[in-house]
């Protein structure tokens, strides 16, 4: 059975930085690519960050330099690095593997950017 596990959301200050985290179990994780997908209050789920199972990595336009996406294969985990979070940032963040016609969902993690 496939899981995926996302930590690390919470409340944060803009300008402050969280690290959230995706743990894949019941699946060779290393060649899947890894999505960050978000979910906005009252918007639809948008893509975040892309990183394939080369390791190349695709960025939203409003996130790049700002996001950094990362995978650790031994330990069957991505990541997601974000740092100068903005309110609009403020979402559930999802993690989603895929391959070959195959996708799967975490259960979300709440990020609230909010002084």
């Known amino acids: 059975q496939v899981q995926l596990v996302e930590s690390g959301g919470g409340l944060v200050q803009p300008g402050g930085s969280l690290r959230l985290s995706c743990a894949a179990s019941g699946i060779n994780f290393r060649v899947y690519a890894m999505a960050w997908y978000r979910q906005p209050p009252g918007k639809q789920r948008e893509i975040v960050a892309r990183?394939?199972?080369?390791?190349?990595?695709t960025y939203l336009d409003s996130v790049e330099g700002r996001f950094t996406i990362s995978r650790d294969n031994p330990k069957n985990t991505g990541y997601l690095q974000m740092n100068s979070l903005k309110p609009e940032d403020t979402a559930v963040y999802y993690c989603?593997?895929?391959?070959?016609?195959?996708?799967?969902w975490g259960q979300g993690t709440q990020v609230t950017v909010s002084s």
């Open positions: 989603n593997i895929h391959r070959a016609g195959n996708m799967y």
């Open positions: 990183i394939f199972s080369s390791g190349s990595t």
